[in-house]
């Protein structure tokens, strides 16, 4: 297993520009999240899916946009790129389920885009 | 709603000493509880999690105790090597399938 893909690792844009941050994850999970950190400010979370067809706003959505387009991919837009939305970018898949004593929270984070807005 | 507060750092310790670095949350219901660990220039590596109070956490030498009479949930290792150095999260995960985090602590050991 790949675990959680993400593309670009690195992209750099000029103010105004518009790009699209892909994620992907190959272990069936059924959530998966958008985070950014920044420097001294931990991860805030910036859009999440609990499950395919659905998406929710995090702390910080100002400014982004996000698709669920299957169970496996969750990509974040951003359509006209501010330099305060320089940052790193995290997305993550949680696997959430069961019964019981079989009670099962799974989750892991990509690498991390480096995005640099000028 | 949910929160998480975890001790600030940075943390500097000697090579073999003893790390405890605080976690309390707030929260309906009974979340799971994760630790996170960020190695420089590296994305978030699972290092630990407790699904239910009293469940006990390990891995590398780490463990974290799910205590929800005093709702914490602090990471501690007996004797930490250089390797160790690194920022340390504190999450919190809902059936509502969001995930919280702490603001991390920077650890550094010195040899």
């Known amino acids: 297993n790949a675990g959680v893909t993400q593309t670009p690792k690195f992209q750099v844009l000029k103010t105004g520009q518009s790009m699209t941050l892909q994620c992907a994850q190959d272990m069936n999970h059924n959530s998966m999240y958008w985070y950014r950190q920044d420097p001294g400010m931990g991860l805030r979370l910036i859009y999440y899916?609990?499950?395919?067809?659905?998406?929710d706003k995090g702390e910080v959505p100002n400014g982004y946009n996000v698709s669920r387009l299957n169970k496996r991919e969750f990509s974040l837009r951003l359509e006209s790129a501010a330099p305060s939305q320089t940052s790193v970018y995290f997305c993550?898949?949680?696997?959430?389920?069961?019964?019981?004593?079989?009670?099962?929270?799974?989750?892991?984070f990509g690498p991390g885009t480096r995005l640099t807005v000028l | 709603g949910n929160s998480v507060t975890q001790m600030e750092g940075p943390v500097t310790l000697s090579e073999e000493a003893f790390l405890t670095i605080n976690c309390t949350y707030t929260?309906?219901?009974?979340?799971?509880l994760f630790w996170y660990v960020q190695y420089p220039g590296e994305g978030l590596q699972l290092l630990l999690k407790a699904t239910k109070a009293d469940d006990k956490g390990s891995n590398k030498g780490f463990e974290a105790t799910y205590r929800k009479e005093t709702t914490s949930f602090h990471l501690e290792k007996g004797s930490v090597q250089v390797s160790d150095s690194a920022v340390y999260f504190c999450?919190?995960?809902?059936?509502?399938?969001?995930?919280?985090f702490g603001s991390g602590t920077r650890l550094s050991i010195r040899p």
């Open positions: 999450a919190l995960g809902s059936s509502a399938s969001k995930i919280i």
């Open positions: 929260a309906t219901g009974y979340p799971s």
């Open positions: 993550a898949s949680r696997l959430l389920g069961g019964q019981g004593t079989s009670w099962a929270d799974t989750q892991y």
């Open positions: 899916s609990a499950s395919e067809g659905t998406t």
